[in-house]
Structure formats: C-alpha cells, structure tokens
DNA sequence: CTGGGTGCAGTTTTT
DNA sequence: CTGCACCCAG
C-alpha cells in the first residue's frame, strides 16, 4: 500500500525532470518530531513541501484527513492544493499500490479557512450562526456602534495620549469619527492577535484601562450583530482546541468516524503571528510533535498585520519550551533561481548590514545562498542612475524596449519594476507609466486602477443618491469636502449618462417621485440593497455584464452595500419631520458612515486569474505583490527612502508587556524598523533570474548606509556598476 | 559632489 | 507635519 521514501524521491524528480538536492531531500525524508526548514529565495521550499506532505502519505501511511496544510493566502493554498494534486497523480500513476489512497480528505488552506470549517463541522457553540466580517463590515461596526460608546465612557483622552502614533499627527480635535473607527480597529485586532491579557490591562489603568474597556465594547457590538471578525476567529478557534470538542478534533474519536490530528505542516512561518503560533504549538500539543514549519525569516513583510518573525526565529526556543524537544533544522540554501552574481550580490546585501547580525535576527546558523546555476555574459547587477526620476524612468523603459527589440526577452512580462507603491503619482509609479507610455509599452498594473473613479461604480452611485437625494440637500456644509468632490462626481457622472439610458433614468425619476409623495415616517420600499439591485439591472449596468472586472467591482459594491444596510438600518423610512424626504439621520450615515469609508479607504480591485501578468504586458507591482514570483529581468524603483517605524512596529511595542505568552525574541523599534526594511529591499532584489536593474536618482544615491536600508550597510559602495547602453 | 533651501504630496495589504 | 524631489551655489 505504501512506497519507501527512496521511490517517492525518484518519483518526484521524474516528475520535476531533475534532481532535488541534497538538503531538500533531508527535508522531505526527516521522520517524526518538529522540522524547522529555513528555506532562502528560489530554494523549492513549495516543492519541499508538497514532497514532504506526500511522504506522510504514501511513505509513511498517514490518513490524508490527519494531516493539515496551511499558506498565507488563498492563492498560494489554491496553487498549493493544485501541485499537490498534480504530484499525487503522477506519483500513483508510477506506483499502482497509491491507487487506493485519496488524498483529497487532506485539510489545505488558510489557517482562517481552515478554522471556519473545522467550528463549523464541530458546530462549536460559541461560533454557531456568527457571520465573518471582512475588514471593511468590521470598520462599519465600529463606526456606527463602537465610537459612540467608547466617547460615552470619556475614553478618548485616555486612549489618544497612549496611541497618538495611530493618527499620524493630527491633533486629538482634529480627528474624525472615522480616524478613531480605522485607529480602534487596529487596536482591536492587536490586542486579540497577540494574545494580550485583558486582566493585566485592566489593572495597569489609564490607558490600558480604557483599551480594555473599548475593546469590550466592540465583543459586545459583535455579539449583538451576531458576527466575528478574522482575529476573532482565530480566538474562537484557540478556545475550541482546549474544550471537550477540541480534543476530540485534535485526538479523533476513536472509531474511526473522526481522525485525530496527527500531522500539520504550515508555510510561510515568518509571517505568523502569535495567535496563529498558539494554535500551531497547541494542534501539536502531543509527542511526537509532528509539526514542520517552512519558510525564509528574511523576506518576512508582514508585521503591520500582525506578523513577526520573531515566531520563526524562536521557533526552536518555543519548542524546547513548550515539549522540551528542539526540532531539527534544515537550511535549504541551493538557489535554482538566479544568475550566481545575483546570488552573491543578495547573500552581500543581507549580511552586509551590522542590525542584521545582531543574534535573533536571523535563524541561527543559516548558511548563505548557494548559486545552483553559473553567472552570464552580462553584468547581472546595475545601475540606472539619472539626476531626475523622470529620466530614471525613461532610461528604464528605453532599456525595456532595446531588450525587445534585440531580442533578449521575447515578452515584457519576463520583466518586472518592483515599487513599494504601485500607485499612479509622482511619487510611486507615476514617472515611469508615462515612460512606459511614450515608449508604446502596454503596462499591466492591477494596484494603478482607482476603484471609486470608475464608470460603473460613479453611475451606480449617482443614480442611487438621485433617487434618495434628488436635490442633494443632505449634502451640507458639514461634510469633508474631500467626500463631497467624490459624491458630486458620482451624480455628475450619472447625470451625463441619464439621457443616453431613458429606462435608467426613468426608474430613478419614478423612485425619487415615490418618495416625495409620501408623507412622515412612511415605509419606502422596496428594500434599501434591493433599490441598488434595481438601479443595476437597467442599462448601461447589463451590458456590463460579462467583463469580469465590472462584475467583481460591483459586486463588491453591494456586499459592502448590504453591509452598511444591515448596520445603519433597512428599509428606509421618511424622515420623522420632513415628508417627502429620506430620514435625515440615515443619509447622514450614507454620506458620512458609507460614502466617508469609500474615499478614505478606498476599494481595491481583485486580481482575479491566476497569471501574474498577461502577455504582452510589462508588470508594474508592489514588492509585497511579487513575494514568491520570480522574473528574468527586474527593475527596482522607489529606493533610498528613509527607515521609520510605522503604526505595526508601535503598537506591538507597547502591548507586549501585557501578552499572555511573552514572546522569547524581542528587538527595538529602532532596530527592527531596519530589519523590516532591509527584508523587504530582499525580497525585491531576489526576485530576479537574469539580471537585477536598479533605478535610482543621485539624490537617492546620496543617502548613505546609515539613513537608508536600499543600498547595503556599508555605505553603499558596492553598487558601483552602471547599466550598458545596448 | 555636497550643503542647504523651497515647494509639494501624502505606504505596503491579507484573512 | 514630515520627508522627498529638485534646484542652486560653491
């Protein structure tokens, strides 16, 4: 039935057609006990662990329902299930014996995936009929209900004094209801991610007082809104482990009908935070403590959403601690990846930094890069220099363009140019899409594409306020003007169309004329969302249909639609005093509550397929975006900026006393701004195959080592090879 | 190449 | 308010 780990490895490098090294082998074969794999860029640690999860299953004779997979994302879980699946076919297809063996019981996703499913299937009581909220609905909540009551209790001096960095530096009587719902929101979610004891905040007063008495008042909103957010449920889940259900979970039932937990193998380790490494080390709370984590402790991005790499780096500390075993360790350091002066030039960047060598930085003991592959021909590391980014910028795509027409990339999705900001402005991307423009460049960039700005969603909403605003006489002088200039756009923009859409128009005329017939406190029907749902099935919104883009962007709309309905309340009524006119208070919430999100957050678009960038395009992306891409040739932007700590790096400062569980590495603000930054810049240089680009302006080049992480720690001397001119 | 002054714009993102 | 791009003077 099952087939010895020498056949598995055959077996997969057939598959792959060419030899996995030696390390990876040791990764995939390593028995019983906690593996900790330190996996660098372009090393094959999804490879690794594709193998590896594979090996308990067809080497080692696990049942696939007693072992658990889980990534960062829904699209590394997606590619993860597929190369799975993939590797099992042709696995069985060389080895008969596996036919019996279905592995599609195996638990793989997300961590917040997989604990939906698994409170659901147990119909844990805590978390029966809880709708999840996304971030979004979350923020609505604590706009609509949370500020009122946390004002009442007089918490905000308090608060504001402590947390002050969480509203960059707007004096406390200039803040907006919606500066404290975004600055509460990440309060909340800190204090759950990180475990902290609400106990502990309660006795220490003043400010810790008052976070624990504002974040009681958001449970009590979600519980009366019968929801949870995302950090809520990891709460739920770590709750669920220790309680009667849990450990049948963890331990099965015993006839067979429920497996236990044996085996959990989790990517991307560097970015778990510690809620998700107390569920991790409580899911392998038995000997022999099968867990194997993966991941690469220096391209960690997470940590304004939680994530710390201290979790990773004290992974073997944790696991002496908590079951007085260390795991073993394998460093995969073989690069499949990029030309071997790329290599050395990351393997310098890294360590060339002093903050870098402090201990508990980096894994212990981890090795450099290992160029798998030799150098070429070309310099594979330089620079464009110019003294005005704009010149940068078409030096960058007058470079793009030679590469095509020399025939040295057949597409321009082989490259990439790397920003931390991909946004359209001066600042970001802005230079070089015009570069790219005059240069006949088609230019893939999702994070360009401004969601509120968009045909569609201006009609949707235009039409929507000239039905329940026809005069626009709620939009008073109270409001921002930044929301006003977005509402008066919307109208403006249905307006125009109005003529063109007589169908549209009309249903807009009729709604709006219904309304003003009625007298005081009468029902409007239909419901609020369902006018929405109106407005779109008229022309021009059908003949939208079909094109992806608009379908998702709308249908966004309407969730977070909906989500607003369910809070500020539906149907809609007249207003108590004024016949013919909306409740006032319910268009104060739309424009203030609704609208004020939309333009001060923002809705991104979803990438929605799987290709990184369609063909024909040259992508422009966030360094974040191109984690785990890799590309032939790539241009890195926006360098020399100065290191600064953000809201994450405080606010994981300032709770850490009061943590359930201290965390056993800890560094300075000071020192881990750097540490981030230097991680991000390597991630972006690692990215690339043949040759790494670097654009920077003299005055970005005349920051020296020790004002910015861009350039290397010793001043930066050693970027010193300009580009070639083809 | 560097010091210093002016004017303007204003992160990253996943569940 | 801060920090970056850009400009000018030496």
């Known amino acids: 039935m099952t087939i010895t780990n020498d056949e598995l490895i055959a077996g997969i490098e057939a598959k792959n057609s060419f030899p996995l090294d030696q390390s990876q082998k040791d990764a995939i074969a390593f028995g019983a006990g906690p593996l900790l794999i330190a996996a660098g860029p372009g090393t094959g640690k999804t490879e690794v662990l594709v193998a590896r999860c594979l090996k308990f299953i067809c080497c080692d004779g696990v049942e696939p329902g007693s072992i658990m997979l889980t990534t960062f994302t829904e699209k590394a879980a997606q590619s993860l299930q597929d190369r799975l699946a993939e590797a099992f076919l042709a696995l069985s297809g060389m080895y008969p014996q596996l036919a019996a063996i279905d592995p599609s019981a195996l638990r793989i996703g997300t961590l917040h995936g997989l604990c939906n499913d698994i409170l659901q299937e147990y119909r844990y009581t805590a978390y029966q009929n809880l709708r999840l909220l996304d971030e979004a609905e979350s923020s609505l909540i604590i706009h609509k209900a949370v500020h009122k009551k946390v004002d009442d209790l007089g918490l905000f001096p308090a608060?504001?004094?402590?947390?002050?960095?969480?509203?960059?530096?707007?004096?406390?009587?200039?803040?907006?209801?919606?500066?404290?719902?975004?600055?509460?929101?990440?309060?909340?979610?800190?204090?759950?991610?990180?475990?902290?004891?609400?106990?502990?905040?309660?006795?220490?007063?003043?400010?810790?007082?008052?976070?624990?008495?504002?974040s009681d008042e958001y449970d009590q909103a979600l519980t009366t809104a019968h929801a949870s957010d995302f950090a809520k449920l990891l709460e739920h889940f770590r709750t669920f482990l220790d309680t009667g259900q849990g450990t049948v979970f963890l331990?099965?039932?015993?006839?067979?009908?429920?497996?236990?937990?044996?085996?959990?193998?989790?990517?991307?380790?560097?970015?778990?935070?510690?809620?998700?490494?107390?569920?991790?080390?409580?899911?392998?709370?038995?000997?022999?403590?099968?867990?194997?984590v993966v991941g690469d402790d220096d391209q960690a991005l997470y940590r304004f959403r939680g994530g710390t790499v201290e979790c990773m780096v004290g992974f073997p500390p944790a696991c002496q601690s908590h079951w007085g075993v260390a795991p073993h360790v394998v460093y995969l350091t073989d690069n499949h990846r990029s030309n071997s002066d790329i290599v050395d030039w990351c393997n310098d960047y890294i360590t060339s930094f002093p903050q870098m060598n402090q201990p508990d930085v980096r894994i212990a003991g981890k090795p450099p890069l290992n160029a798998a592959h030799g150098s070429g021909q070309h310099p594979a590391v330089s620079l464009i220099r110019e003294t005005k980014i704009d010149a940068c910028a078409n030096r960058v795509a007058q470079l793009a363009a030679d590469l095509k027409t020399h025939g040295i990339i057949e597409d321009y999705s082989q490259c990439v140019l790397l920003l931390r900001s991909a946004k359209n402005s001066p600042r970001n991307a802005g230079h070089?899409?015009?570069?790219?423009?005059?240069?006949?460049?088609?230019v893939y960039n999702p994070r360009s594409k401004d969601y509120l700005q968009k045909a569609e969603i201006a009609q949707c909403m235009g039409a929507f306020i000239r039905i329940v605003d026809p005069q626009l006489s709620n939009i008073n002088a109270n409001l921002s003007p930044s929301i006003k200039k977005l509402v008066l756009g919307w109208v403006d923009e249905y307006d125009t169309i109005?003529?063109?859409?007589?169908?549209?128009?009309?249903?807009?005329?009729?709604?709006?004329?219904?309304?003003?017939?009625?007298?005081?406190?009468?029902?409007?029907?239909?419901?609020?969302?369902?006018?929405?749902?109106?407005i779109l099935s008229h022309e021009p919104f059908v003949g939208y249909q079909g094109s992806p883009d608009t379908d998702l962007r709308l249908s966004k709309l309407t969730r977070l639609f909906e989500s607003f309905c369910s809070q500020y309340g539906r149907p809609l009524y007249t207003d108590d005093t004024n016949a013919g006119c909306v409740r006032v208070p319910w268009l104060g919430g739309f424009y203030y509550g609704f609208c004020g999100y939309l333009e001060k957050k923002g809705i991104d678009d979803d990438d929605e397929d799987e290709v990184v960038c369609p063909a024909g395009f040259f992508p422009v992306m966030t360094i974040h975006q191109s984690k785990g891409?890799?590309?032939?040739?790539?241009?890195?932007?926006?360098?020399?900026?100065?290191?600064?700590?953000?809201?994450?790096?405080?606010?994981?400062?300032?709770?850490?006393?009061?943590?359930?569980?201290?965390?056993?590495?800890?560094?300075?603000?000071?020192?881990?701004?750097?540490?981030?930054?230097?991680?991000?810049?390597?991630?972006?240089?690692?990215?690339?195959?043949?040759?790494?680009?670097?654009?920077?302006?003299?005055?970005?080049?005349?920051?020296?080592?020790?004002?910015?992480?861009?350039?290397?720690?010793?001043?930066?001397?050693?970027?010193?090879?300009?580009?070639?001119?083809?």
């Open 251 to 292: 331990d099965g039932d015993g006839s067979g009908v429920r497996l236990p937990l044996t085996h959990v193998l989790v990517d991307e380790y560097q970015d778990t935070n510690p809620i998700q490494e107390s569920i991790y080390l409580r899911l392998c709370q038995s000997a022999p403590h099968n867990i194997t």
């Open 432 to 442: 070089y899409l015009t570069a790219f423009e005059n240069q006949n460049i088609p």
């Open 159 to 214: 608060l504001y004094a402590q947390f002050d960095y969480l509203f960059g530096n707007k004096p406390q009587n200039k803040l907006s209801k919606w500066d404290w719902a975004f600055a509460l929101q990440q309060m909340f979610g800190r204090v759950v991610e990180d475990m902290v004891d609400r106990n502990a905040l309660q006795q220490a007063g003043g400010a810790w007082l008052a976070l624990s008495q504002a």
């Open 498 to 534: 109005a003529a063109a859409h007589p169908d549209l128009a009309q249903y807009v005329t009729r709604g709006a004329q219904e309304i003003a017939s009625k007298g005081v406190d009468q029902r409007i029907t239909p419901a609020t969302p369902t006018i929405l749902y109106r």
């Open 629 to 726: 891409l890799e590309f032939d040739f790539v241009f890195v932007a926006t360098l020399g900026q100065t290191v600064s700590s953000s809201n994450a790096h405080h606010l994981e400062e300032d709770l850490r006393p009061f943590r359930v569980s201290p965390p056993g590495v800890v560094h300075s603000i000071d020192d881990s701004q750097w540490h981030d930054d230097i991680r991000q810049h390597y991630v972006a240089y690692s990215r690339a195959k043949h040759a790494l680009i670097l654009s920077v302006t003299t005055g970005q080049l005349r920051k020296k080592g020790h004002e910015t992480a861009s350039f290397g720690g010793q001043g930066g001397t050693w970027v010193k090879q300009n580009v070639p001119r083809l």
